[in-house]
């Protein structure tokens, strides 16, 4: 092999990392961007579920509105609430990972 050939090799690999390097950054930019669309999502989903069925926090300042979640939070009848409601997601991932397997771990169209 002469000295031509291995430049060439060089070169081209030379040339193969730095486009493994750039597909990385984009990789990395687009998993950044959705986990903040998600993120954002699910504050707007909170915000807007208050807002339906606590319209009244609207004239409520943040200090107030932490105020009174702390207040809910301490409550037993909240707190068995929110136990319940865990519970119930984790039996439907529960529910959800057992058809994947018998599926044989492929994606259903309930999505």
């Known amino acids: 092999m002469t000295q031509e050939e291995k430049s060439k090799k060089i070169a081209l690999a030379e040339k193969q990392l730095e486009q493994a390097k750039a597909n990385l950054i984009k990789v990395k930019r687009e998993e950044r961007e959705r986990a903040r669309k998600e993120q954002n999502h699910h504050k707007f989903l909170i915000g807007g579920i208050v807002y339906k069925y606590f319209p ?45 397997k018998e599926n044989g771990g492929k994606e259903s169209d309930n999505s």
């Open 56 to 100: 009244e926090c609207e004239d409520f300042n943040e200090q107030e509105l932490c105020r009174i979640m702390a207040g809910a939070s301490k409550n037993e009848g909240i707190r068995n609430l929110i136990r319940l409601v865990s519970e119930d997601r984790k039996k439907q991932s529960e529910m959800m990972q057992k058809e994947e």
